[in-house]
Every structure is written in C-alpha cells, then in structure tokens.
T-cell receptor, first 114, second 116 residues
Framework: NAGVTQTPKFQVLKTGQSMTLQCAQD?????MYWYRQDPGMGLRLIYY???????DKGEVPNGYNVSRLNKREFSLRLESAAPSQTSVYFC?????????????FGDGTRLSIL | AQTVTQSQPEMSVQEAETVTLSCTYD???????LFWYKQPPSRQMILVIR??????QNATENRFSVNFQKAAKSFSLKISDSQLGDAAMYFC?????????????FGTGTRLKVLA
C-alpha cells in the first residue's frame, strides 16, 4: 500500500535555482493538495487540484506553480528558489465522496534553500 | 473565511494519565467535518479521529475521544491512558467546501510531551 509518494525526501538548493517536487497517489483520489509546514504555523495550503485538469491557489501560492499531470500525479515547482521557501512540503490527496473523508499525506520533503 | 485555533502550543502529561487538547474554529457553515491528526517525529501525518458536524454523538477511537460542542465551535481531543508513543504534534483540521472542491484548514498544532 504505497498511498501518497513524494520525491525527493530531502533537497538543498541555492537561491535562484529551480526545482520540481513530485507527488503521486495510487488511491484513485480526485483531489490533491500541496502544503508547506513551518514551525509554529501549522500546515498552510499552497495549491490544490479538486480534479484532474483543474488547479487553484491556496493561502500561500506566491513563488510556486503546480501541474496536475494526470489523476495520479501533482507536481509543485519552484521557479527561482528563495530562502523564505525553506520548509517541509507535504502532498496530500482525498476522495470527494460524501462523508468524513480525511486527507492522506505523503512523508514530506524537507527543502533547504541557501 | 474559516479559521482553526489551537491555543496550547505545548502540553505535558504523565504516562497513564489523561490529557485534553483544545481546538476551536470559526465558520458560518452548518455542515462540515473535523479531524485530529498526529505527527510524530517521523513527520508522518496520521489520522487520529474524525467527526461529522451533523452527528451529536462524540467520536471515539480506542483511547482517543473528542468533545464536540457545535454551538461553542469547539472540538477537543481527549487521550486516555497516555502512552510514550502518544508524544507528537497534534493538529486539528476543518474541512470546508462543496462536494468536489474540499479544502482542509489546519490549526498551528499542539506539541504533546509524555512523561515517564
């Protein structure tokens, strides 16, 4: 049971470099999400994709772009990394069926930007 | 906009004792869902318990239970018989949105320490 898989787990970048974080889920979920987690601030939504072919901004989208490649995959791109983007990034997915559907999370990517 | 507040940045509990973590939220919606997640040092996000707002009965999962007070917009987590493995960050989350466009809003978390 893979669930939600994120790659890489760790990455160090220099300011100005670009990078794409990959996320894939095997639960046939329609919705996928990208969060960042910073100390004392909980999880903040960067972008989400309610279904294949759609993406929407979350609370903190500046400096990021996303691509919903297909139903399984949702990538997050940093075009020109900045030290303020040092964080732990989580990808999550959820079902849109009625009921208390929780999110399922990947193991996170620790990203450091020097 | 909906908000979720966890006012206790850190809590401590003796092993085998009971602890309650607080969560309040603000919303104008009448139908919604609430969740508690546990994040141990491994960084994984693990679902602990969930509650449907239309259900008056409080959810329970083994040693974990909630005190859901809809009018007060309060959703606290009670951990009974605390174990060393319960030490973690705990996040309260609210699910908003219409079918197909759900968003989840998280509190800032409470770090739980379990003392042997």
């Amino acid at each position: 049971n893979a669930g939600v898989t994120q790659t890489p787990k760790f990455q160090v970048l220099k300011t100005g470099q670009s990078m794409t974080l990959q996320c894939a889920q095997d639960m046939n979920h329609n919705s996928m999400y990208w969060y960042r987690q910073d100390p004392g601030m909980g999880l903040r939504l960067i972008y989400y994709s309610a279904s294949e072919g759609t993406t929407d901004k979350g609370e903190v989208p500046n400096g990021y772009n996303v691509s919903r490649l297909n139903k399984r995959e949702f990538s997050l791109r940093l075009e020109s990394a900045a030290p303020s983007q040092t964080s732990v990034y989580f990808c999550a997915s959820s079902d849109i069926a009625a009921g208390a559907q929780p999110q399922h999370f990947g193991d996170g990517t620790r990203l450091s930007i020097l | 906009a909906q908000t979720v507040t966890q006012s206790q940045p850190e809590m401590s509990v003796q092993e085998a004792e009971t602890v309650t973590l607080s969560c309040t939220y603000d919303t104008s919606e009448s139908d919604y869902y609430l969740f508690w997640y546990k994040q141990p040092p491994s960084r994984q996000m693990i679902l602990v318990i969930r509650q449907e707002a239309y259900k008056q009965q409080n959810a329970t999962e083994n040693r974990f239970s909630v005190n859901f007070q809809k009018a007060a917009k309060s959703f606290s987590l009670k951990i009974s018989d605390s174990q060393l493995g319960d030490a973690a960050m705990y996040f309260c989350a609210y699910r908003t949105g219409t079918s197909g466009t759900y968003k989840y809003i998280f509190g800032t978390g409470t770090r739980l320490k379990v003392l042997a």
